[in-house]
C-alpha cells in the first residue's frame, strides 16, 4: 500500500511559479510511474504530467509543456511538479498518482490533493 502526500499548492499570480511536492510512503516508490493529475471545478480530470522509473519518459499535457517540469529525487521518494508562467486556467485540486507498471493509463494510488489558485 503506497500513500501519497501532495503538498507545494497555493494562491499565485499570473504569470508566478508554484513547485508541487509528492512523497511516497514507500522505499521501493522510485520503481513507481508518476503523475500529476487536476481537477478543476465543474471539470473532468485531466492529466497534467508523468513521469516513469529513473524519468526515464516524461510526459505533459500540451497545455502546460514548455511551462513545466515534473521532475524525481528517488533518494528521498520525492516526485516534484515546477509550474512556471501560470494561468488562471491552471486553477485547480492537483492529485498525485502512482503505479507500479511502466507507463500505465490508470494509476492505483492518489494522493488528497493540493488546492492550486491563479489569480491577481
Known amino acids: 500500500q503506497v500513500q501519497l502526500v501532495e503538498s507545494g499548492g497555493g494562491l499565485a499570480q499570473p504569470g508566478g511559479s508554484l513547485r508541487l511536492s509528492c512523497v511516497g510512503s514507500v522505499r521501493t516508490f522510485s520503481r513507481y510511474s508518476v503523475a500529476w493529475f487536476r481537477q478543476a471545478p465543474g471539470k473532468e480530470r485531466q492529466l497534467v504530467s508523468s513521469?516513469?522509473?529513473?524519468?526515464?519518459?516524461?510526459v505533459y499535457t500540451p497545455s502546460v509543456k514548455g511551462r513545466s517540469t515534473i521532475s524525481r529525487d528517488d533518494d528521498k521518494n520525492m516526485v516534484y511538479l515546477q509550474m512556471n508562467n501560470l494561468k488562471p486556467e491552471d486553477t485547480a485540486i492537483y492529485f498525485c498518482a502512482a503505479d507500479e507498471r511502466y507507463s500505465p493509463r490508470e494509476f492505483y494510488y492518489w494522493g488528497q490533493g493540493t488546492q492550486v489558485t491563479v489569480s491577481s
Open positions: 513521469v516513469t522509473i529513473a524519468g526515464r519518459k516524461t
